[in-house]
């Protein structure tokens, strides 16, 4: 497949989106990189599929959720990976202007399912309207919608550490919980 | 938690959610991303020589 270089650009210009999109997806950055090049590849040989003046990082995005949630689908029964890689990576990254906050938010954010953690993103992050993110996740505008209600309900539910809520004990605060150790 | 904390909350975790991606929508791309595409043009450009 030859690609031109204006295509090669623009697949260029939307590796930073891609990564903060996988990010939020996958939870992981290891994994998130990887998707990202999965995504890129793949992109790479069906560039015939893209229609020109149309956003490359969406349909860069429309790739990369679908390799996610099949792999997602296939490692399903497998041992969940910890989230406190995550969190003390982010952690470094981001403590330069921010405390513990961001930390805290990450840990709630990797207990929110990928869907609503993807909703979060698109909407909150992207600041695409429901209708656009409806249509990215072959969703109805409706579901997009509670999605978006549901995580930012349970984060903040998370981050209050408000009681009796349907989450496991456990897990409340891993963060939080390795620091006393 | 009532109405008033909870919509608070809310748009801190906007922030915040913000701030998350920031970090990383702001790093530089990564030699290795840079390096598959470079990869990619190069096998195309022997196959077709």
Redesign the interface.
Known sequence: MSVSLDLQRMLLDAIPTLRASALSLSGQPDQADDLVQQALLKAWHHIDSFEPGTNMAAWLYTIMRNEFYTEFRRRRREVQGSDSAFSAELSDTASQDRHMDVREVQAALNKLRPEQREALMLVGVWELSYDDAAEICRCAVGTMKSRVNRARGRLAEFLSGAPGRPYPKRTAAPAAAKEKL | ?NDA??SA??A???R??????R?????P??D???K??AD??HR?GKK?G
């Open positions: 938690m904390l909870h909350m809310e801190e975790i906007g915040h959610l913000q701030a998350i991606y970090a990383v929508l702001e790093e791309v990564p290795r991303f840079i598959l595409l990619l043009e195309e077709q």
